[in-house]
């Protein structure tokens, strides 16, 4: 047919040619020597796992030769591999990737070559590269693949660790076999930050440029990496360790090997453990190291400063600007600041006759690296520096001079205060105009003017109304005060209204005569002298959370310990959750948040303190709670006030065994981890509204936690049907399935494998992800369909074991009471 006589063909065969996509595959897993890829051909893995070809990132006009996963498998294309990082193609299609001289080798639309597997190999008719299932490109003798490979892709990785491949020392070559970061998402050029090996101390290093390291994984035990405890946790990787005469290095494997996981050494400097959701069709965040952002050492660069609380992270220093808006637009800041004014110091004009200033920021981290200066006082540190026109900055801390020459990296913003100093800036004199200043003394004066009249009204104020409380107690270390034991008494009305008790003693409601409300609790079994008893309330008074009680003062008079604390009006958790009385129902909201403000009080506490902190005694009666129903972690303090006689007092304790760690009924020292125990019970209380041992009229006993495990593994299982079933199931259902996997982790019989609390609290803020847990054996010898156990006098140990926890938990049921202060 004449094309030219049938004016309709022509846009059929365009039509045709349009609507055909724009991706072809070659069909095959190899690249033989007559074989060739250009433009959009690829070859993909004979299991269609990965696929390789030439991609764009992003926003980039350039194009690479790389790896990524086969659009069956993840429909994000995600790339794991890139051979050419650093020399890009303009034009794929007159670019081709072919075996040349026994190499795999790139030519770009010049026929330049520009990327190459650089081997000195004479078998080049033979020689084929072919794309495993592992994501691994291997380049091999095609008359006889049962040797060793010529080369493959896994020894030179990108950014990403996949599944069987090596990171680690070659001793043979000396080569490391590391991940680099991209500098940016468009840009998968080597970045700043690289993970590798320290086969000296079998352990993971972060570098910034190769040479800052500032992040270790700690020495591998033969399990876990000493300073990853999360690894406890993990039931996807099966990480192994080989060091040799020839090589040293750590790999893993999938326990599941239909899950698709990969790490990844982020560009923003963070090694990144990423598992693929199909429900989702997208990656998941499981974990991630450093934990914030602002740890990655100079994130924010030259002249940047990084803050955790703030989004972005990143900003530039008074009298600085970004060096690129548009990275930093995108969101990345590596690139850092410039100064918007040029410094005077060292010119030959000075402008108006001024020099260079100081400009001063506060509740800084100061740069590592300074110079020691010799300096007296504040004032002959500044004028030290300021001499000098290499100095950038200095700081005077302690009596101590310090001074920074050149570019000022790794600087933070310490969000909360503590441990924060000032640093002094070097600017150039426009950065303090003189209408500025001028401004600024009138402004000042006035401000200034209002402030101290308002200053001095206030004082006034607050001295009229704590006239009547200073007289009753004088003011000790920090904010406690020491209260006497008399007036104390008139405060409770001779402890007429009792709120509630326990082992450690009772709490009474009081009011002081400034009007404020407190709880009173008379401490039992104390038996340290009073210069002892002072310092070691003084200590815990210093501990100031969000989550935590706050203790107001203390009385110690002979043998009359007395505690202080603010008044919670809305009570313990437990008469929230278990009083018939009381017809409020905490929604799951509120129930959820309390659950992850007392994991952040209990973390706090564990991680946070100077010296760690065992509570030792979580459950509901200690969770107590402010008008806002915020969650207020109570007697936090009394194991250390107790000191030797807590574990006789505590195991005396009625309601309280139902909470305790198995290795601590056994009389085993308590770590940290009986408290996660503790929490782990105390949280499906807090899920089912109901305490978790019930006894029936017939002598049954019903377990909660052992229902909980079997539900939550079980493929099927009915989350819901664990909910309080007052609120007919208004509950959000992941947020249900995490907090209920969180306590069965919680709770596992060997305190290695229970979380640590800095973990729950990333778990339950969503920012990891958490596996199934297994059964414990503790929740085994109930019966998994009725969840029903008979106790008998001649039950098995593990039986009794599970009988303390049930029998003792009936009792607190008796016991409860509508509980408005910290008790025991």
Known sequence: MDVRNNPWIMPFVIFICFSLKPHVSLGADTISANSSLSGDQTIVSA?????????????????????????DKVSTQTMVWVANRETPVSDRFSSELRISDGNLALFNESKILIWSTNLSSSRSSSVEAVLGNDGN??????????????????????????????????????????????????NPAPGLFSLELDPN???????????????????????????????????IYNFSYVSNANESYFTYSMYNSTVISRFVMDNGGQIQQLTWLESTKAWFLFWSQPKTQCEVYAYCGAFGSCNAKSQPFCHCLRGFKPQSTGDW??????????????????????VNGKSDRFFPSYNMK??????????????????????????????FDGGQCSAWSGELLNMQQISDGTDGKSIYIRLAASEFSSSENNKAIVIGGVVGSVVIVSLLALVLFIFLRRRKTVKMGKAVEGSLMAFGYRDLQNATKNFSEKLGGGGFGSVFKGVLPDTSVIAVKKLESIS???????????????????????????????????????????????????SEKNTKVLDWKTRYSIALGTARGLNYLHEKCRDCIIHCDIKPENILLDAQFCPKVADFGLAKLVGRDFSRVLTTMRGTRGYLAPEWISGVATPAKADVYSYGMMIFEVVSGRRNSEQSEDGK????????????????????????????????????????????????????????????????????????????????????????????????????????????????????????????
Not at 382 to 391: D, F, G, P, R, Y
């Open 701 to 824: 006993v019903k377990f909660f936690p052992s229902y909980v495990a079997n539900q939550i593994n079980q493929e099927y299982g009915d989350i819901l049907s664990l909910l309080d079933h007052r609120l007919e199931g208004d509950a959000d259902l992941e947020e249900l399935t995490r907090v209920c996997k969180v306590a069965c982790w919680c709770i596992q019989d060997e305190e290695t494998q229970r979380p640590s609390m800095g973990h729950v609290v990333q778990i339950l803020e969503g920012v990891v992800s958490v596996n199934p847990p297994p059964t414990p054996r503790c929740l085994q010898v109930f019966d998994s369909q009725e969840n029903i156990i008979f106790f008998t006098e001649s039950s098995s140990s593990q039986s009794s074991q599970a009988q303390s926890h049930t029998s003792t938990a009936s009792t607190q049921t008796k016991n409860t009471t509508s509980n408005k202060s910290p008790k025991s």
């Open 47 to 71: 299991g269609k796992v990965f696929e390789l070809g030439f991609f764009k990132p992003g926003n980039s006009s350039n194009y690479y030769i790389g790896m990524w996963y086969y659009r």
């Open 137 to 186: 490109l291997v380049l091999r003798d095609g008359s006889n693949p049962s040797l060793s490979p010529l080369w493959q892709s896994f020894d030179f990785p990108a950014d990403t660790w996949l599944p069987g491949a090596k990171v680690g020392l070659s001793k043979i070559n000396n080569r490391n076999t590391r991940l680099i970061s991209w500098k940016s998402k468009d």
């Open 201 to 235: 101390q079998s352990q993971y290093l972060i570098y910034w440029k190769s040479s800052i390291q500032y992040w270790t994984s700690g020495p591998w035990n033969g399990q876990i990496f000493s300073l990853v405890p999360e690894m406890r946790l993990n039931y």
């Open 329 to 350: 637009y995108s969101e990345v800041f590596s690139g850092g600041c410039e100064r918007a004014t040029n410094l005077q110091c060292g010119n030959s004009s000075v």
């Open 528 to 578: 340290q002298g009073e210069k002892q008893f002072r310092s070691e309330v003084s200590t815990i008074g210093t501990i100031q959370h969000v989550n935590l009680v706050r203790l107001r003062g203390f009385c110690s008079e002979g043998n009359k310990k007395l505690l202080v604390y603010d008044y919670m009006p809305n009570g313990s958790l437990d008469s929230l959750l278990f």
């Open 366 to 395: 100061l740069p590592a690296n300074p110079r020691i200066v010799t300096a007296g006082s504040a004032r002959e540190c500044e004028s030290t520096c300021l001499k000098n026109c290499s100095c950038t900055a200095y700081a």
